[in-house]
């Protein structure tokens, strides 16, 4: 049996394709290798948000390069964000590569390696009108209790600095019921928790007739399913009609992924982020006063184009105002083709790392206070199963999404109640609650 292994770069929604292209491998008849070296096939699913995940699949291409020298019937498949947006010249750049297929595209990966990875044909097609959603492929699923459900794909924001739209293309919600029939198949599985996915999620239905909150409702009332989670929302399309679904609905999580992105007005116009700074602290109290006990997360950019000291003290200012539940930070990275790229005022590398060391500061600081609240309480814990680094302890997570280490007795994909004892700006630890006799 020839095997295939598949390595992952980006966002959870490449992490999901990841599990169809995996999925549709083995309906192929192809096993999976425990790494690369033992792999017939190889498979790379690219990103390219920023400069770092181009560097990380150069790399892996070395390898790959390698092993097929070494063994020549060795096919290099890669697919995803970085191979759509370099279609044109990606067998120039990499002549390793066999067959290359944008994120639109992955149903196609069966043709071009034909039956268990015979007859390779020198293929790449990406996000044209071709495109296709992955969600009808089989799927080989990487965990047992959650799962990933995709709802949309591509992005109509115009965001300057963003390559998505250029290469997952423009948004198409799939059909309510296709989504229900896949979250009522995944609950007979014994699925708990299931995150839905799009590029900008909470903009998902006006294209088939529905909308974000009604999607949210029919999925809460799925029998089995206890946790309901979403990413990315964009805070332009955070209406009321979605807050209140969030604050009905048991199983809606008390969560929100709200990228700000920048604290500074002037730089978010920029950005073509088209809310203010305003609006966005509107926002989060609109949030946080019609559900208790939510916990915010974000993403932030520093060094964008032009971005003075003003602006940055600007988004210090937000995330410490806002007290975020956790962030992620990233230092502008220009991608080729973006409107940002090509700004004056790109900020020296040097200045973007001291304001992005500075801003990860307040997000801890923040972050830590935060979990520090958390002492004391119990907690509803989703057992994930035992802990990264300490085997005699158990690892889950809490309805806002932090990670809990704790003591048990508990199996995985358990709701366990679990009494918090310390936290860190990331973590808290714990003890289950022991079972009060009748
Ligand atoms: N669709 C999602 C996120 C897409 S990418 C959304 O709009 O929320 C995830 C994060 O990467 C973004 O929120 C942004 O903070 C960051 N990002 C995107 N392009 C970037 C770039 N060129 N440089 C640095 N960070 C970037
Ligand atoms: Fe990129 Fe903006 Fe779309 Fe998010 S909303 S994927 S940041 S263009
Ligand atoms: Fe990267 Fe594509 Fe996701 S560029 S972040 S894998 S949408």
């Known amino acids: 049996m020839k095997r295939y292994h598949v390595t992952t770069f980006g966002c959870q929604m490449n992490a999901h394709d990841s599990e169809r292209i995996k999925g549709l491998l083995e309906e192929l008849g192809l096993g999976e290798a425990p790494s690369q070296d033992e792999a017939d096939v190889i498979v790379l699913n690219t990103c390219t948000i920023r400069e770092k995940p181009d560097t990380r699949f150069a790399a892996h291409m070395g390898n790959a390069a390698s092993l097929k020298r070494k063994r020549p019937g060795t096919v290099v498949a890669v697919g995803g964000c970085y191979a759509e947006a370099q279609r044109e010249r990606l067998f120039t750049l990499y002549p390793d590569v066999d067959v290359a297929f944008g994120p639109g595209t992955i149903a196609h990966l069966g043709d071009w390696l034909g039956a268990g990875g015979e007859g390779v044909a020198r293929g790449s097609f990406g996000t044209g009108s071709e495109r296709e959603f992955a969600a009808g492929l089989p799927l080989h699923r990487e965990r047992r209790f959650q799962a990933w ?21 423009r948004e198409i919600s799939r059909r309510p019921g296709e989504i229900l029939a896949e979250v009522e198949q995944l609950a007979t599985e014994g699925v708990r928790e299931v995150t839905l996915l799009g590029q900008n999620v909470n903009s998902y239905g006006r294209d088939v007739g529905s909308s974000f909150a009604e999607l949210l ?22 209406r009321r009609d979605v807050i209140a679904a969030m604050a009905e609905c048991a199983a809606v999580c008390e969560h929100a992924h ?29 949030l946080r006063a019609g559900i208790s006990d939510l916990a915010l997360t974000t993403d932030i950019i520093v060094g964008f184009p032009g971005e003075t000291d003003a602006d940055f003290a600007e988004t210090l200012e937000v995330v410490a105002e806002v007290g975020f539940d956790g962030a992620f930070t990233f230092v502008y990275s220009p991608r080729a083709g973006t409107e940002a790229a090509s700004m004056d005022d790109q900020i020296p590398d040097e200045l973007k790392r001291e304001r992005i060391e500075r801003l990860v500061e307040v997000v801890q600081r923040g972050a830590a206070k935060r979990n520090a609240t958390r002492v004391g309480l119990v907690e509803e814990v989703l057992v994930e199963g035992p802990s990264r680094t300490e085997p005699d302890v158990l690892r889950g997570r809490t309805r806002r999404n932090t990670t809990v280490n704790f003591a048990g007795p508990a199996a995985p994909g358990e709701l366990v109640p679990v009494t918090i004892e310390a936290s860190t700006s990331t973590t808290l630890r714990g003890i289950r609650l022991a079972a009060v006799a009748a």
């Open 258 to 286: 709200l990228p700000l992105q920048s604290g500074s007005t002037r730089v978010l116009k920029a950005m073509r982020r088209t809310y203010s700074r305003e609006r966005y602290l509107k926002l989060v109290a609109e």
């Open 217 to 238: 409702r029919a999925v809460d009332a799925v029998d089995g399913i206890d946790r309901i989670r979403f990413t990315s929302p964009h805070p332009k399309d955070f």
């Open 149 to 169: 459900v995709q709802v949309s794909m591509g992005c109509n924001s115009v965001c300057s600095y963003c390559i998505v739209p250029a290469v997952r293309g």
